[in-house]
């Protein structure tokens, strides 16, 4: 267990454009079952292949507590073709590391996700240009606010990339404000939060104060300028639609 524990954490710190990359160089297990459905059971919803329970890979079977996340869950096996491909899986991958990892460290998880916090993209301004540093502004600017009236604090701005400390009143009100969520959402907000490289964009998303197209789009300021600017090869389009499809499935997790 404890292996298995410490390969989701080393999973979770990889790149996820690396992790799709290891994940299609495996030999695959080809498809077994017809159909693939969302089962109520005590304590939520197991799925079913042709009947029976998906285990995790610790063997424990898989309970997912949100109808609509199992119902996910369920159509991404229907979507495997001749072979189950984990990096085509998000949602299953999500739910298995919450049941396996998150529900046990939890408190560890969440100081992580605090972490992320005290070095908050939306802190790091551009000082040049000014176009970029007025887009930053416009868009992450209002998402601050909300944040620091929810958790009663004020976020330290740097300009450029050297580090200064946040308040740990700030960070204290942070993880007191994730420690009620359950492990699937925390596994998601650690998702979100990884993809973003924003805490608070993934709590703005966990809170309903921004959609998943708001929070895409704040945490990709300075791509997109770069793209507008110079363009964007096929390669880079293609780790963009991998990371976008992670996020999605952290955004239904969220939102269920």
Not at 69 to 98: C, D, F, Y
Not at 112 to 129: E, S
Request: proline letters at 4%; glycine letters at 6%; aromatic letters at 6%.
């Amino acid at each position: 267990m404890r292996d298995y524990l410490e390969s989701l954490e080393q999973d979770a710190a990889r790149d996820p454009e690396q992790r799709a990359r290891e994940l299609s160089r495996r030999e695959l297990p080809k498809r077994f079952y017809k159909e693939a459905a969302a089962v109520a059971v005590d304590g939520g919803f197991a799925i079913h292949l042709d009947g029976r329970a998906v285990k995790t890979p610790s063997r424990a079977t898989l309970l997912i507590g949100p109808e609509a996340v199992a119902h996910g869950v369920a159509a991404e096996w229907n979507a495997q073709e001749k072979v189950i491909n984990p990096a085509s899986m998000p949602l299953t991958r999500i739910a298995n590391s919450a049941q396996d990892a998150v529900s046990a460290r939890f408190a560890e998880v969440a100081d992580d996700i605090t972490k992320f916090c005290g070095t908050d993209a939306l802190c790091y301004r551009a000082d040049d240009p000014e176009s970029l540093a007025d887009r930053q502004t416009e868009l992450w600017d209002p998402v601050l606010a909300w944040a620091e009236e929810l958790l009663g604090g004020r976020f330290v701005l740097i300009a450029g990339l050297m580090h200064q400390e946040q308040p740990e009143a700030l960070l204290a009100a942070y993880r007191v404000r994730i420690g009620g969520l359950t492990p699937l959402r925390l596994a998601a907000l650690h998702t979100a939060t990884s993809l973003t490289g924003s805490a608070v964009l993934a709590l703005a998303l966990a809170e309903g104060r921004l959609s998943p197209d708001d929070v895409w789009l704040a945490a990709h300021v300075e791509e997109d300028f770069n793209i507008e600017r110079w363009g964007q090869d096929a390669e880079a389009a293609q780790v963009r639609r991998y990371k976008r499809s992670e996020f999605d499935a952290a955004a239904l997790i969220l939102a269920a």
